[in-house]
Nanobody
Framework: QVQLVESGGGLVQAGGSRRLSCAASGRTFSSYAMGWFRQAPGKEREFVAA????????YYADSVKGRFTISRDNAKNTVYLQMNGLKPEDTAVYYC?????????????????WGQGTQVTVSS
């Protein structure tokens, strides 16, 4: 089992940047592929980005491709989401999630462990 805690959310102006962190505790962090999801008010939780256990492969939703970067530091048991060029439509609660597996997946149902989320608000 792994516990996940997100941090780094807050209020940012459109065009600005923010880095989210997700600290993991429990079983070996490097055993888990990681993902970031987000949920805006009144909308379903949607996939943002994913990274393999070793960090050698990443995958992004089209809406964030070229603006967001997912990375991980297995020595620090942490996964990051660097968000640049933020837009008001990026406003959401951002969640990190973990799953045991090799391949990258975008289906939230396949992620077993979730953090509590961190709010990101982008003002226009």
């Amino acid at each position: 089992q792994v516990q996940l805690v997100e941090s780094g959310g807050g209020l940012v102006q459109a065009g600005g940047s923010r880095r989210l962190s997700c600290a993991a505790s429990g079983r070996t962090f490097s055993s888990y592929a990681m993902g970031w999801f987000r949920q805006a008010p009144g909308k379903e939780r949607e996939f943002v980005a994913a990274i393999t256990r070793s960090g050698d492969m990443t995958y992004y939703a089209d809406s964030v491709k070229g603006r967001f970067t997912i990375s991980r530091d297995n020595a620090k048991n942490t996964v990051y989401l660097q968000m640049n060029g933020l837009k008001p439509e990026d406003t959401a609660v951002y969640y990190c999630a973990a799953r045991e597996g090799i391949v990258l997946v975008i289906n939230r149902i396949l992620y077993k462990y979730w953090g509590q989320g961190t709010q990101v608000t982008v003002s226009s």
